[in-house]
């Protein structure tokens, strides 16, 4: 019944409408969905949605998503009985987590420190190391006046401090691997694409570098870090 009720899955069409749909790319913020989805064992279809204006300003995709972005989700067993589709990768993180009753803590509190994590990706590492990667790598690099870049680095260098201070005799982000971990790394391996792990001291990060070593070791991580596949 739910593809009637979603257009995107015009343009999209589910093989099995029965499970999960993912809408993304993988990017930092579309590997969340992704590797969220293989580690929690919920069975999902991938659709490839490229960042091209074809694709994310389609009136498919933004009849799921209005704000143009991937990821994006549609389930068709939602809480309420409904099918249920969602945008936001922080969002979407927090509902697989209470869905599948994994990655978000066992007790209230650890579920508040799980989530203030998870906020401080939304809100810092994210938008932060995007505007980083814009003035040192792509068009913004072009720019004369040296200051939107300097910014941005240090920046950069001042949340990549509270993570190493955070991890300073821990493995996870927030007590036992979580969905916190799941939106940092994506993130902190950015800085490879960027070019800007040296400009930004990464090698001056022992605990960042072992956590990044050891999220990669993860079979869910390595499946979800390329689903959907790129083209």
């Known amino acids: 019944m739910f593809p009637d009720d979603f257009p995107i899955t015009k343009r999209?069409?589910?093989?099995?409408?029965?499970?999960?749909?993912?809408?993304?790319?993988p990017t930092p913020n579309g590997v969340k969905?992704?590797?969220?989805?293989?580690?929690?064992?919920?069975?999902?279809?991938a659709h490839l949605v490229t960042l091209s204006d074809a694709d994310v300003k389609s009136p498919e995709f933004?009849?799921?998503?209005?704000?143009?972005?991937?990821?994006?989700?549609?389930?068709?067993?939602?809480?309420?009985?409904?099918?249920?589709?969602?945008?936001?990768?922080?969002?979407?993180?927090?509902?697989?987590?209470?869905?599948?009753?994994?990655?978000?803590?066992?007790?209230?509190?650890?579920?508040?420190?799980?989530?203030?994590?998870?906020m401080f990706q939304m809100g810092g590492v994210g938008p932060m190391f995007g505007q980083l990667g814009y003035f040192y790598k792509f068009a913004?690099?072009?720019?004369?006046d040296p200051r939107p870049r300097q910014r941005y680095i240090n920046e950069a260098k001042r949340l990549l401090a509270?993570?190493?201070?955070?991890?300073e005799g821990r493995d996870w982000i927030a007590g036992d691997y979580s969905i916190a971990d799941i939106a940092l790394v994506p993130w902190v391996k950015a800085l490879d694409f960027y070019d800007a792990k040296e400009v930004?001291?990464?090698?001056?990060?022992?605990?960042?570098?072992?956590?990044?070593?050891?999220?990669?070791?993860?079979?869910?991580?390595?499946?979800?870090?390329?689903?959907?596949?790129?083209?």
Request: no cysteine; aromatic share 8%.
């Open 12 to 25: 999209w069409p589910p093989k099995d409408p029965s499970v999960i749909q993912l809408y993304a790319f």
């Open 140 to 144: 913004g690099a072009d720019i004369d």
């Open 62 to 118: 933004l009849s799921l998503n209005p704000n143009n972005k991937i990821p994006a989700i549609i389930d068709p067993d939602g809480p309420d009985g409904a099918p249920l589709g969602l945008f936001e990768s922080g969002a979407i993180l927090i509902y697989l987590a209470e869905k599948s009753g994994k990655f978000i803590g066992s007790t209230a509190s650890q579920r508040a420190q799980i989530i203030q994590w998870l």
């Open 200 to 231: 930004v001291g990464w090698e001056s990060h022992r605990n960042l570098i072992a956590w990044v070593a050891r999220f990669d070791e993860r079979p869910a991580v390595q499946v979800g870090s390329d689903t959907p596949p790129r083209p």
């Open 162 to 167: 509270v993570l190493e201070g955070q991890l």
């Open 33 to 45: 969905a992704s590797i969220m989805l293989e580690e929690t064992g919920l069975p999902y279809e």
